[in-house]
């Protein structure tokens, strides 16, 4: 069975599952993460919380690579029989919703270790991974290659996890941030050289045609991906330089009674809409220096509430068991 036969064929299981499928793709959404990460960090478990923001946005990054190297279209793109129910602008391989989800939920499955864990992770990750495909925004291939990347990064998170962990503690909080922001420039770097080796390829405008022809959006492959490699080193440079400023200052534990957790989630995704979205409402779009610097800036801000600036609010409303 070819490639676009085996979407259609997942298409016609029924109309039906176009709103369950919405809903498991909404779960490795940009969307459901900037929930999901302040909730358990600051909610359920801090240490679970620093290690899904880890693996979230590192794994973001490696995809994003591969996107602009691999140039691979969306089902949707290539063929008027599949139907496009979600829009996307960036390339297709690998699926990085797939992808995520495969260290996300193997993240939180491999911490707690226990069996109905495995299991709720399982279901999520095949079903997220289905879900891409329903809705014809990826091949079986793509989401077969993001299942397997997600494996390979939660397993070199799982084997080195610790052991990185303790040379970094052991740094100054200068160090630290200093060594966040290398990392984070690196990660930029290589999104810009992999950019610049692939402008010689020009998008089909059979893609284009096909990709608008039901109302969505017109793919902008290279801009997205650039987009979400600064999402991705904006927010893990923000995430590291708060942990690293809230440390010395007693740091942080999300226990505590159930109202007072429920509570620091409420006001935390305040400060969360201030950066997240009135940022964006006077930043710089686009491509270039200026925006580049302006995104990786509003997204650092971001990350830096989650770990560091949130905590210390709730410090002084009295919302934590923290010193």
């Known amino acids: 069975m070819d490639p676009i036969t085996f979407i259609t064929a997942v298409q016609s299981l029924g109309a039906w599952l176009e709103a ?20 358990v960090y600051w ?11 880890f693996i979230l946005l590192a794994g973001t990054g490696l995809n994003q690579y591969f996107k602009m190297a691999l140039h691979g279209p969306r089902p949707y793109w290539l063929d008027t029989a599949v139907r496009g129910l979600a829009s996307e602008t960036s390339f297709g391989v690998p699926s990085g919703h797939a992808q995520i989800a495969t260290g996300l939920w193997g993240m ?40 397997i990347l997600g494996a ?27 060594l966040a922001f290398a990392v984070t420039f690196v990660m930029v770097l290589i999104g810009v050289l992999i950019n610049a080796l692939s402008q010689g390829f020009v998008l089909p405008a059979e893609w284009v045609t096909n990709a608008t022809r039901d109302g969505n959006e017109l793919p902008e492959p290279f801009h997205d991906s650039m987009q979400g490699i600064l999402t991705a080193a904006g927010t893990l440079f923000g995430l590291c330089s708060g942990l690293a400023w809230i440390t010395p200052r007693g740091g942080f534990d999300a226990s505590g009674p159930v109202w007072k957790r429920a ?30 610097t302006f995104r990786y800036i509003r997204y650092a801000f971001v990350g830096m509430w989650v770990s560091g600036w949130g905590p210390w609010v709730f410090a002084i409303l009295n919302l934590t068991e923290s010193k």
């Open 20 to 39: 369950p499928m919405k809903f498991f793709s909404f779960l490795g959404s940009e969307d459901f993460f900037l929930l999901f990460l302040p909730l």
């Open 43 to 53: 909610a359920v478990d801090t240490s679970l919380g620093i290690q899904i923001g």
């Open 108 to 147: 939180l499955a491999y911490y707690y270790r226990k069996p109905w864990v495995w299991v709720s992770a399982i279901f999520l990750i095949f079903f997220i991974g289905f879900s891409r495909m329903y809705l014809g925004v990826h091949f079986l291939h793509d989401v077969l290659f993001g299942w």
């Open 152 to 178: 390979l990064t939660l397993w070199a998170f799982t084997q080195y996890w610790d052991t990185v962990k303790e040379r970094v503690v052991g740094m100054g909080m200068w160090k630290q941030i200093g």
């Open 263 to 292: 509570v620091r989630f409420m006001v935390g995704l305040v400060g969360v809409l201030i950066f997240y979205a009135g940022l964006k409402a006077i930043f710089p779009e686009g491509d270039g220096l200026v925006p580049y």
